[in-house]
Structures are given as C-alpha cells and as structure tokens.
C-alpha cells in the first residue's frame, strides 16, 4: 500500500487548511501523525472504515476533523482554528486500528505515506 498526502500550506492563525491522503491498496483504517521542529512524531487523528469511528488527540479535539472513503481509500482532515503550535509536517498512515476496541493510538500503523508541511504563521 502506498500512500500519498497533499494539501499543506502556509495559512495564519485562526485559518483554515485542508489535508487529503489517498491509498494505493486496501486500507481498513487510515490516519494522520505530525512531527513538530525538534519534536518526536505524534498522533493527531484515525478514522476506521470498520463502523466509522474516530480517534483526537486531546490537542486536536474540536478544531480538526478527519473523514474519509473507506472504499476509495481516501482520508481527508480538515483543519480549522489552526495555532502556530500546529505547525508541523503531516504524516499520513494506514492499517493500524483494525476495528480493534481496545485500540489506541500509536505509531505500529502498517503503511506511512510521505509528509506534507503545514505552517502556521503568528
């Protein structure tokens, strides 16, 4: 499976910006990571195709969503509210959750796309 994200930008703070990732392959959950300048990467958001659920980071919550098709492989996250402290590079990732109840987020996700630069100006 592979995977390629797009939609990073410049926007300012309290703007908006959009994220897609689309799947080469079969995904049964896809998600979204960043890596901040000097930081280790971090869970931001997951969606399963396995009922739809979805997973925030406490720091995320309410100012992102994530959405996608689970039959076209495609995740989307839309991002509002934006803070300078957003400012990272996004990673996009599959195949980590597989419908588990019991699941949290980590970083054991199959398949890791290439990263696209969001930046967030003061």
């Known amino acids: 499976v592979q995977l390629q994200a797009s939609g990073g930008g410049l926007v300012q703070t309290g703007g908006s910006l959009g994220l897609s990732c689309a799947a080469s392959g079969r995904t049964y959950d896809m998600g979204w990571f960043r890596q901040a300048p000097g930081k280790e990467r971090e869970f931001v958001a997951a969606?399963?195709?396995?009922?739809?659920?979805?997973y925030y980071a406490d720091a995320v919550k309410g100012r992102f969503t994530i959405s996608g098709d689970g039959a076209k492989n495609t995740m989307y996250l839309q991002m509002n509210s934006l803070k300078p402290e957003d400012t990272a590079v996004y990673y996009c990732?599959?195949?980590?959750?597989?419908?588990?109840?019991?699941?949290?987020?980590?970083?054991?996700?199959?398949?890791w796309g290439q990263g696209t630069l969001v930046t967030v100006s003061s």
């Open positions: 969606i399963s195709w396995s009922g739809g659920s979805t």
């Open positions: 990732a599959a195949n980590g959750w597989y419908g588990s109840s019991s699941w949290v987020p980590s970083m054991t996700f199959d398949y």
